[in-house]
């Protein structure tokens, strides 16, 4: 218990340093936060009224519905920012922990080193310390490994049950349970033990095809199927008993279909997560995870000329196959994942150090110590080697260290907790009651709905949810916030969205000039951040 505990405090302090600024890194901080407050004070929060003119009016389901139970006491004893940060990096630590504990139940030796690589991997802790859901969903995903290694199913079916009331992006646990089946098809393939029976014959699947109940016991006999039924039941079960049925359904069609499948990156300006993530900086920000993995690499390579430094052993089973060929595909599932979308980095970089611990440990179990040894003395010098180690393990600490201050740096130039403030106390006490405010860009919504929950906004959490409800209206907006319209806008406004209000934050010039040469609009209120006008 020790280990785990120094791995969790240690974890906690990196991210406490990285957290350690008065600002939300992304805006839909706000968001959690308030929807945690209004359930601890109204209950469950069944429709979404503060965005009429989006999808969520009519289609709203709390796909985070358990992080915001989970934050409401962090909130509660502690406020909304300090208690949302103090939760963020409790979150982002136990993720860590539970990745080392992920290792050693796979029986991974050295697993405080890749655990390490991991936590302080710079592209994997900024996701993982936005204060959203990444770090629990992260966590879940491990648990269920976890519980699929030690074959708990029913902890594997409460777990994908809770997983879908936690993330909307719940079939991503389908993906992983799903690629342990086919890596157990491929290591079938490459053992085929036993013909008949093997997945690897082509008359197996006639056989199971046709109804053979030889071929479905078989078939059904192997754990992955049976964990990928039980993943399967228990996430049906967390969408139809769910507090949001059956309007869950239509808003899982949007968020994770049209949202994150298909995407409208190229129709209108979305969130920065979902465009790709570019290769070198992929490599550059998460540089410690892929050295690490140049030196599996090259050790396979060492030992495929000199095979003489290997141990003999047996021949590997199926079982123990299946694994190395599961982190491998996930790897390279998640890698294609981000390169479509940045956001995905959070499971990339986990799964592939997974898959580098698995195959680095391999290769040290077989390693013949004493033979590489000699081989090593025989090339180098005693020095050169010491020299090498001592530097390579400089450019880990390094890399380390660097990624964790740049994470730092962008934290620091994140939203800052009273953004805003003088423009939404004014709303709050001149405002009536529902009435809309047009505003000059979607991700403002978090930082308005914090503070003000008594009106009606425009866009907010993703543009698409707009785009999807009244495209019209959305190009619309668009031309109004881009200063497209530079004759007539505020009558546009009343007239299209009711709104007699205009937020208009700093950095929206061309916007901000054309209410001010509007006949038809004043300003009320003006501060550094932000002004807004009143529509005559």
């Not at 957290?19 to 407050?37: G, L, M, N, Q, W």
């Not at 989006?54 to 406020?79: C, Q």
């Not at 949302?84 to 139940?105: D, E, G, P, Y």
């Not at 130039?413 to 405002?431: N, S």
Request: proline letters at 4%.
């Amino acid at each position: 218990m020790f280990a785990y505990a120094a791995v969790f405090v240690l974890s906690g302090l990196v991210y406490a340093f990285v957290e350690a600024v008065p600002r939300f890194r992304d805006p839909d901080s706000f968001y959690h936060v308030k929807i945690a407050t209004l359930i601890r004070e109204h209950g469950i929060v069944h429709s979404f009224s503060w965005l009429p003119f989006t999808t969520l009016a009519e289609k709203y389901a709390d796909h985070h519905f358990l992080y915001h139970l989970l934050l409401i006491p962090f909130v509660t004893a502690l406020g909304p920012f300090i208690g949302m940060t103090v939760a963020t990096i409790f979150f982002a630590a136990l993720t860590i922990t539970i990745f080392f504990f992920l290792l050693r139940v796979y029986e991974v030796r050295y697993a405080w080193l890749y655990t390490a690589i991991l936590a302080t991997s710079g592209a994997f802790i900024f996701r993982l310390n936005l204060a959203k859901t990444s770090a629990l969903s992260i966590t879940m995903l491990f648990l269920a490994l976890i519980a699929s290694k030690k074959n708990k199913p029913l902890v594997l079916f409460v777990i994908a049950w809770l997983y879908v009331l936690l993330y909307g992006g719940w079939p991503i646990l389908i993906v992983v349970m799903g690629a342990f089946v086919l890596a157990r098809a491929t290591a079938d393939h490459i053992v085929d033990q036993h013909p008949f029976h093997s997945w690897a014959c082509l008359f197996f699947w006639k056989r199971l095809l046709r109804g053979s109940r030889s071929a479905r016991s078989d078939f059904f006999a192997s754990t992955e199927v049976r964990h990928l039924g039980v993943t399967i039941a228990g996430l049906f079960c967390g969408v139809i008993i769910n507090p949001y049925f059956p309007t869950n359904i239509s808003f899982y069609w949007n968020q994770i279909v049209q949202i994150a499948l298909i995407g409208y990156r190229g129709s209108i300006g979305v969130g920065g997560e979902w465009y790709p993530y570019n290769l070198d900086r992929l490599f550059l920000e998460s540089s410690g995870i892929f050295l690490l993995a140049a030196i599996v690499l090259t050790g396979f390579i060492i030992v495929f000329f000199w095979p003489e430094l290997m141990r003999r052993s047996h021949q590997k089973s199926i079982s123990e196959m299946t694994p190395f060929i599961a982190s491998t595909i996930l790897a390279a599932v998640f890698l294609f994942m981000s390169l479509r979308s940045k956001r995905h980095v959070e499971y990339f970089a986990p799964f592939m150090m997974f898959t580098v611990a698995l195959f680095l440990d391999a290769l040290l179990r077989r390693l013949d110590v004493l033979s590489t040894i000699r081989k090593l003395f025989d090339l180098c010098s005693r020095r050169l080697i010491f020299v090498a180690g001592t530097v390579l393990t400089l450019v880990f600490v390094f890399i380390g260290a660097r990624d964790v201050f740049a994470v730092r740096a962008l934290y620091k130039e994140g939203v800052p907790w009273q953004q805003y403030a003088g423009a939404t106390k004014w709303l709050a006490a001149h405002a009536p009651k529902d009435a809309v405010v047009f505003h000059s860009n979607w991700d403002e919504f978090p930082i308005l709905f914090f503070a003000d929950d008594q009106q009606r906004y425009i866009v907010g959490l993703d543009p698409t949810f707009f785009y999807l409800h009244d495209s019209v209206r959305y190009a619309l907006w668009v031309d109004v916030t881009t200063g497209k319209v530079p004759r007539g806008a505020a009558s546009l406004v009343r007239r299209m969205f009711g709104a007699n209000l205009v937020f208009i934050a700093n950095g929206h010039e061309q916007m901000l000039h054309a209410f001010e040469k509007d006949p038809n609009a004043i300003v009320v209120y003006k501060d550094a951040d932000a002004e807004i006008f009143a529509i005559l």
